[in-house]
């Protein structure tokens, strides 16, 4: 079972920003925090990861929480190119990626 | 580009027959992944593979899912006798390396999908 809780759907005006919120309240210290996309007819596409520190690259920026308990997924400018559903993983290296059902993100004009 | 391909994307297969499922990795990534995903779900682990050695097969469903990776480079996913509950997309991932320390960051395929009738 997925370590993850996402809310299955929201929406985003395009050019403002799109925050996903990810809970893992069970995440364990070893335990890094991915988030992969995927756009419709597509293979899912890696975003960003994390341990402890918000990260930021061209893509997006991730903030955790300094309990580690939740993440949010920050898209600056949404563009209706960013319509997909994002998937928010726990995992440590050399496990299996378990994927959930993700948060269907709709950027609209 | 150099990413991962995967072939064929679409398959209709009537129930009972066998299909073959083919993925052609990153060049130089060592681990492949294959995963399953219904329509509506998240991909669900099948199988890992370090190069031709297959390290994980937990996720496969049943005998009749087969997956090989003989020269550790492209990999087949083999369904024998299909059956209507196997109709998914087949999605490969492929990574630089497990377990050392790197991001492992998995770079997906455009998946195949398979509609068994």
């Known amino acids: 079972d997925a370590k993850t809780t996402q809310p299955p759907s929201m929406d985003c005006a395009e050019g403002r920003a799109a925050n996903l919120p990810c809970n893992h309240s069970?995440?364990?210290?070893?335990?890094?925090v991915y988030w992969y996309r995927q756009i419709h007819s597509q293979g899912p596409q890696y975003i960003i990861h994390?341990?402890?520190n918000n990260e930021t690259n061209e893509m997006a920026s991730l903030i955790i929480t300094e309990d580690r308990k939740s993440s949010t997924l920050i898209l600056p400018h949404a563009t209706l190119r960013d319509t997909a559903v994002y998937y928010c993983?726990?995992?440590?290296?050399?496990?299996?990626?378990?994927f959930g059902p993700g948060t269907r993100l709709s950027v609209l004009p | 580009g150099a990413g991962v391909s995967q072939s064929p994307r679409y398959k209709v297969a009537k129930r009972g027959q066998d299909v073959a499922l083919r993925c052609d990795p990153i060049?130089?990534?060592?681990?492949l992944f294959w995963y399953q995903q219904a329509l509506g779900q998240g991909p669900e682990f099948l199988t890992y593979?370090?190069?031709?050695?297959?390290?994980?097969k937990s996720g496969l469903p049943s005998d009749r899912f087969f997956a090989e990776r003989p020269e550790g480079s492209v990999s087949t996913l083999k369904i024998q006798r299909t059956q209507q509950e196997d109709s998914a997309v087949y999605l490969c991932?492929?990574?630089?390396?497990?377990?050392?320390?790197?991001?492992?960051?998995?770079?997906f395929g455009p998946g195949t999908r398979l509609l068994v009738l």
């Open positions: 991932a492929s990574s630089l390396a497990r377990g050392q320390g790197a991001p492992e960051t998995q770079y």
């Open positions: 069970t995440i364990s210290g070893n335990e890094y």
């Open positions: 994390g341990l402890k």
């Open positions: 993983i726990v995992r440590n290296y050399g496990q299996n990626f378990v």
């Open positions: 060049s130089g990534h060592v681990s």
């Open positions: 593979f370090q190069n031709e050695a297959q390290l994980d």
